[in-house]
Every structure is written in C-alpha cells, then in structure tokens.
C-alpha cells in the first residue's frame, strides 16, 4: 500500500537529517495518512479511504465527501476516488457552471 492520499496525492518528500554538527543525512517526511469512513450522501453508503489529515479538513470545509469529489481535478484523485466521482456525478448530475457578468 502506498503512503499517498487519496484524495489531495500528497505523498513523501525527501530532505535531510541535520545533526548538531551540521551533517546532512538522507531521510523521508511521510504525510500524515488515516484510514477514515465518509459517508456519501449521494450514493447512500459508507466510502473508506487513506487520506491525509489535511484533505480530512478541506473534506469538511467544502461540505463532505460529495462536494469535495464534485469540486476535484480528476487528474489529482486516485482511482478508487475517481470512480466514486463519476458515481457521484452520474446520480447527482454534473455540477453546471455558470459564468459571471462582469
């Protein structure tokens, strides 16, 4: 299982472990993922995902799962998270753009 979030993609970086005497060693920064239940409102079930904790809370700011998956790139999600939007679109509808008068 890979060590990438579902949803936002974050995933490792790479840096380096500075010690007291300035040497510079090879080390990871793993994103800080969480196996988390949503509930779909479209689709009427539980969806279980690996997400980070910060797509946990724009999950929440954007309104739920839903809204969130209606509103991501496609080119961003994983394919579990890609095929739970387009069923999501599918039963919804796709979400119209309106332009704005300026």
């Known amino acids: ?3 990438r979030c579902e949803l936002t993609a974050k995933g490792p970086q790479v ?3 500075v010690s007291h ?3 510079k060693t090879k080390r990871r920064f793993l994103p ?3 196996n988390v239940t949503f509930i779909s409102d479209a689709l009427g079930r539980n969806v279980r ?3 980070s904790t910060n797509a ?14 209606l509103k991501a790139k496609a080119d ?8 739970l939007k387009r069923a999501i679109e599918k039963k919804v509808g796709k979400p119209a753009f ?3 008068a300026s």
């Not at 809370?57 to 739920?64: E, F, I, L, M």
């Not at 961003?76 to 095929?83: I, Q, T």
Request: proline share 2%; aromatic share 2%; charged share 25%.
């Open 32 to 34: 800080n993922l969480a």
């Open 56 to 69: 946990l809370k724009s999950v929440d700011h954007n309104g739920g799962l839903d809204a969130y998956l």
């Open 21 to 23: 005497s300035n040497i």
């Open 1 to 3: 299982m890979s060590r």
């Open 98 to 100: 309106v332009k704005k």
């Open 15 to 17: 840096g380096h472990k």
């Open 49 to 51: 995902l690996r997400v």
């Open 76 to 83: 961003v999600l994983s394919p579990r998270a890609l095929e």
